[in-house]
T-cell receptor, first 110, second 109 residues
Framework: NAGVTQTPKFRVLKTGQSMTLLCAQDMNHEYMYWYRQDPGMGLRLIHYSVGEGTTAKGEVPDGYNVSRLKKQNFLLGLESAAPSQTSVYFC?????????FGPGTRLTVT | KNEVEQSPQNLTAQEGEFITINCSYSVGISALHWLQQHPGGGIVSLFMLSSGKKKHGRLIATINIQEKHSSLHITASHPRDSAVYICAAHTGANSKLTFGKGITLSVRP
């Protein structure tokens, strides 16, 4: 099993550009999450999903959209990137309590 | 005030020392996680506990539900234990976690 994978691992965007981050899990988990990690802030929840076709806002959802069309995939979109979105993004999946994290995507917006 | 607080923020130890990292929380929880993140690396779950104590190798995690406090102990510390240790609490529905800011541990040889 690959566990939780994220694509891409690194990306540099210019302000105003758009992109989509892909998270995939092969553990048949219902719950999936997108977090961002910034120095001195800890992990913060952006959006999450409790099952295929569902999404919900987390702590810091502004500027991001998500979709969960298939159970195994959770997409995070940035429609118009801003320098404040420079961060490391982690995806995670969970069946109940234990969360499994992806390797992270380092995004820089210039 | 953060719902999950960790102390100390940074910690330096000599190889072989016994290390304690603390986590306190201000809300009701159903479970608490300890996570490890090496520099530039991913996040790995070390423990999930809702009561008592768990041990894995040189790592021991304890939780006191009444005092809303958990500790992670590292015995016979080694430079490879250098990492960020994050405490996270299950505070509500949908398996969502509330994270502490993490503690950066550096173990010197």
């Amino acid at each position: 099993n690959a566990g939780v994978t994220q694509t891409p691992k690194f990306r540099v965007l210019k302000t105003g550009q758009s992109m989509t981050l892909l998270c995939a899990q092969d553990m048949n988990h219902e719950y999936m999450y997108w977090y961002r990690q910034d120095p001195g802030m800890g992990l913060r929840l952006i959006h999450y999903s409790v099952g295929e076709g569902t999404t919900a806002k987390g702590e810091v959802p502004d500027g991001y959209n998500v979709s969960r069309l298939k159970k195994q995939n959770f997409l995070l979109g940035l429609e118009s990137a801003a320098p404040s979105q420079t961060s490391v993004y982690f995806c995670a999946s969970s069946s109940a309590y234990e969360q499994y994290f992806g390797p992270g995507t380092r995004l820089t917006v210039t | 005030k953060n719902e999950v607080e960790q102390s100390p923020q940074n910690l330096t130890a000599q190889e072989g020392e016994f290390i304690t990292i603390n986590c306190s929380y201000s809300v009701g929880i159903s479970a608490l996680h300890w996570l490890q993140q090496h520099p530039g690396g991913g996040i790995v779950s070390l423990f999930m506990l809702s009561s008592g104590k768990k041990k894995h190798g040189r790592l021991i995690a304890t939780i006191n539900i009444q005092e809303k406090h958990s500790s992670l102990h590292i015995t016979a510390s080694h430079p490879r234990d250098s990492a960020v240790y994050i405490c996270a609490a299950h505070t509500g529905a949908n398996s969502k976690l509330t994270f502490g800011k993490g503690i950066t541990l550096s173990v010197r040889p």
